[in-house]
């Protein structure tokens, strides 16, 4: 059975910083592209960023280049998504989720894998 993980999620200030952490256990995350999806209550899923699955190639949604960055620790089996200088709006439950492609606008139907999320709610 195939799970992925979300942590790092909570509560932060405007301006603040936050982490989110993907694990996985059954899968190899090193073999997908990965990426992050947020939804916001009454809102459609946003596609945030993703990777290819050897990790050179990476695209962000406008809302939040320059300020999030998607990495990955093959060695951890583990994805990241560091988010700087938060704002309220980046307020959502953010997804991990893993698949076969990372298109420029983030599409979340190339993604078959997904986690439970995580919450970020930023206070202003």
């Known amino acids: 059975q195939v799970h992925l993980v979300e942590s790092g999620g909570g509560l932060v200030q405007a301006g603040g910083s936050l982490r989110l952490s993907c694990t996985s256990s059954?899968?190899?995350?090193?073999?997908?592209?990965m990426g992050w999806f947020r939804q916001a209550p009454g809102q459609e899923r946003e596609g945030v960023s993703c990777m290819s699955w050897t990790g050179s190639s990476t695209n962000y949604a406008d809302s939040v280049k320059g300020r999030f960055t998607i990495s990955r620790d093959n060695a951890k089996n583990t994805v990241y998504l560091q988010m700087n200088s938060l704002k309220p709006e980046d307020t959502a439950m953010y997804y991990c989720?893993?698949?076969?492609?990372?298109?420029?606008?983030?599409?979340?139907?190339?993604?078959?894998?997904w986690g439970q999320g995580t919450q970020v709610t930023v206070s202003s």
């Open positions: 059954g899968l190899t995350l090193n073999h997908y592209a």
């Open positions: 989720a893993a698949g076969s492609r990372c298109s420029s606008d983030v599409l979340s139907r190339n993604f078959g894998y």
